[in-house]
């Protein structure tokens, strides 16, 4: 039985395609800035977010923590939306690598700019310095939700007037993209710094970008190097990521049918799917977790569980329309 991986868009395989273009990829030493294919990618995503300049970085990780750290000092406060991946899944390095501490607004990963406003501490000896907000788009647990841009730019006016810097975790931001039609530079207008990811949906084995002005990305790029983030010769690598932002993005459409088709299938086998998915997730409501993980397990089947009773299933480049009809044909055995 093939195995059927909906634990997240972060399991695809390079395609052939992909293969080909890093074998022939040109490199060079990147720390000397000499790898002419990282140069492009970094070329082509600062064109694409429309900013000054943009850094090849490891991970996703990496990409939220150097941007943290240039924005903040030790002891400040950073502002998130309730779950966001910096503060739960990035191994406590806001904490530990910058000193700061993350406060989370609103429900479900959206927030308003009231409750930026709210939340931003005075400028007293009591309080620790609120410095930093950062969105996530789209938003990994709370099921691929997109922020919306309306209220991206009302947070973005209050946090300027109070002087706040501002990034997004844009790990999925082509998904945001694809799902509303609104084009990556405009999302990323209000935002001093944006990180988004090569390898998740866009199917890249590695790989994420910062993007913003050229004097931040001068210390997100010192920043990189004090992580141990300086690459050598990862052309290959960037070939993949170029390779990715050239075929991967407009597919990225087909991932939010199968998505949709996924939940659709979940609800008639009875399970109640909540939020209704806008981009590559789905979340849905299980009883006996255990149960249904080893019963799909045994399926092979996997999906993840992201809280008590919830689900995730993921949808991605190597899931096709069969392969969700396979998928509901299994969790319907298991039902
Ligand atoms: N998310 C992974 C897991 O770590 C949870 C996933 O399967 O969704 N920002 C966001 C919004 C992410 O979802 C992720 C990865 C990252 C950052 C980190 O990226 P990597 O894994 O490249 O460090």
Same mark, same amino acid.
């Given at each position: ?152 730019? /009302?947070?973005?006016? !209050?946090? =300027? @007037? %109070?002087? +706040? ?5 844009? *790990?999925?931001? $082509?998904? &945001? #993209? ?112 255990? /149960?249904?993980?080893? !019963?799909? =397990? @045994? %399926?092979? +089947? ?5 809280? *008590?009773?919830? $689900?995730? &299933? #993921? ?21």
């Amino acid at each position: 039985m093939k195995t059927l991986d909906l634990r997240s868009d972060t399991v695809t395989r390079p395609t052939p395609a992909m293969r080909d273009a890093m074998v022939v990829a040109e490199v060079g030493d990147d720390v000397y800035f000499e790898d002419p294919t990282v140069n492009r990618l970094q070329a082509v995503a600062a064109e694409l977010l429309d900013k000054q300049a943009a850094l090849f970085v490891p991970s996703g990780t990496m990409a939220n923590q150097a941007a943290i750290a240039v924005h903040t000092r030790p002891g400040d406060v950073v502002l998130a939306g309730e779950n966001a991946h910096a503060l739960l899944y990035e191994g406590g390095a806001a904490s530990a690598l910058s000193g700061v501490q993350i406060q989370t607004l609103g429900s479900g990963g959206l927030f308003d700019a009231g409750a930026v406003l709210a939340a931003i501490h005075p400028d007293e000896q009591h309080y620790a310095p609120t410095t930093l907000v950062t969105v996530e788009n789209t938003h990994n647990v709370a099921g691929g939700v997109v922020f919306p841009l309306d209220e991206i730019r /009302a947070i973005a006016d !209050a946090a =300027r @007037e %109070r002087g +706040l810097a501002l990034h997004m975790d844009g *790990a999925r931001l $082509f998904n &945001a #993209v694809v799902a509303t039609g609104i084009p990556a530079r405009e999302w990323a207008e209000p935002f001093d710094t944006i990180a988004f990811c090569l390898s998740k949906g866009l199917g890249a084995p590695v790989g994420s970008m910062v993007c913003g002005d050229e004097a931040t990305l001068r210390r997100v790029h010192r920043m990189r190097k004090r992580l141990g983030g300086g690459m050598r010769q990862v052309g290959m690598l960037a070939a993949a990521g170029l390779h990715a932002l050239e075929h991967h993005v407009a597919r990225l459409a087909d991932d939010h049918a199968n998505a949709t088709r996924l939940a659709a299938g979940l609800r008639e086998l009875g399970f109640r799917v909540e939020p209704e998915p806008e981009t590559n997730m789905v979340l849905f409501h299980v009883d006996d977790e255990m /149960a249904f993980l080893r !019963a799909t =397990r @045994e %399926r092979d +089947l996997l999906v993840n569980p992201i809280r *008590a009773h919830t $689900f995730r &299933a #993921v949808t991605h480049l190597d899931v096709s329309a069969e392969d969700v009809e396979d998928a509901l044909e299994r969790i319907g055995q298991v039902a």
